[in-house]
């Protein structure tokens, strides 16, 4: 790869591997990953935060996938996360749907032949 010394990366929760970290790390690349079910013991450590004492550093409320949304965002410091080079967690937390609309079927449903 190209010199990634002060780059930042990211990519979903496949890629929040240990190994790609690492590599990232030891390049010189900052990187921000998802952490879903995949990364079982860095999750549970992100869980045990204690989020509703940190304060909240964003809030945009928004349109997308036909609802109406709004995010809060907070980031904490941390030492000793159980991830390469891993010291600054956030949290991002959607709403849920104000408002769907309804989509018609594409064509209509018909029972297939038995």
């Given at each position: ?54 304060p909240l550093q964003g809030r945009v409320k ?50 297939s032949p038995a």
């Amino acid at each position: 790869m190209a010199d990634l010394a002060g780059a930042v990366v990211t990519s979903d929760a496949l890629h929040t591997q240990r190994d790609h970290a690492t590599y990232l790390f030891g390049h010189g690349a900052h990187y921000i990953v998802i952490v879903k079910g995949n990364a079982k013991k860095l999750r549970a450590q992100l869980k045990a935060l204690p989020w509703k004492d940190i304060p909240l550093q964003g809030r945009v409320k928004g349109v997308g996938h036909g609802r109406s949304e709004i995010r809060r965002i907070k980031v904490a410091t941390v030492n000793n996360l159980l991830f390469p080079g891993a010291a600054r967690p956030s949290s991002s937390s959607g709403g849920a749907p104000t408002a769907r609309p309804a989509r018609p079927p594409s064509r209509p449903c018909t029972p297939s032949p038995a």
